[in-house]
């Protein structure tokens, strides 16, 4: 199945690496990043949360002014509540490093369902609880390392290797 997973960002004090990106399938984020196992469960992860987050609309007609049209289709979230809303296309997600070399993770993934509006733009969910969409920068499938400084410390960004 092609679904979009979403991690969300971590902070931390110490100096350390963030690895983040749009997938379009856990077998393109394991070619990337080279861990299937932590891909499976963010596509997991971003599964269980798709229809929960996923923007709802009354209709299917309201959904595909948005939305293509084959991608709008009716949805329940967990509390049984049925409405239209895009199907999940995709999943982001980001990953707490170390700084070191051969980086480790420091902290389990997180994610997000990713959805493809009509203008062709990736979205997911808007963190906090406030709801909406943000857009996603990353290009589907490639990841990329965010190197986080310390507390109040500016960050770099380059492109993963292979990509």
């Known amino acids: 199945s092609t679904a979009p997973l979403l991690f969300t960002a971590c902070e931390r004090q110490s100096e350390g690496m963030q690895q983040e990106g749009l997938y379009t399938s856990v077998e393109n984020c394991a070619a990337q990043t080279g861990d299937g196992s932590t ?65 480790q993770a420091v902290a389990p993934a997180t994610a997000s369902p990713a959805f493809r509006n009509n203008n062709a733009g990736w979205l997911r969910p808007a963190p906090g609880a406030a709801g909406g969409m943000t857009a996603i920068s990353s290009e589907p499938n490639r990841a990329t390392t965010v190197r986080r400084g310390g507390f109040g410390g500016a960050g770099s960004q380059r492109g993963s290797f292979g990509g």
């Open 39 to 103: 891909c499976q469960q963010a596509f997991d992860q971003a599964s269980r949360a798709s229809a929960e987050q996923a923007p709802k609309f009354a209709s299917k007609e309201e959904c595909a002014r948005e939305y293509a049209a084959d991608q709008c289709v009716t949805q329940q979230t967990a509390g049984g509540q049925s409405f239209v809303g895009p199907m999940m296309m995709g999943f982001f997600m980001a990953q707490m490093l170390n700084g070191n070399r051969g980086a």
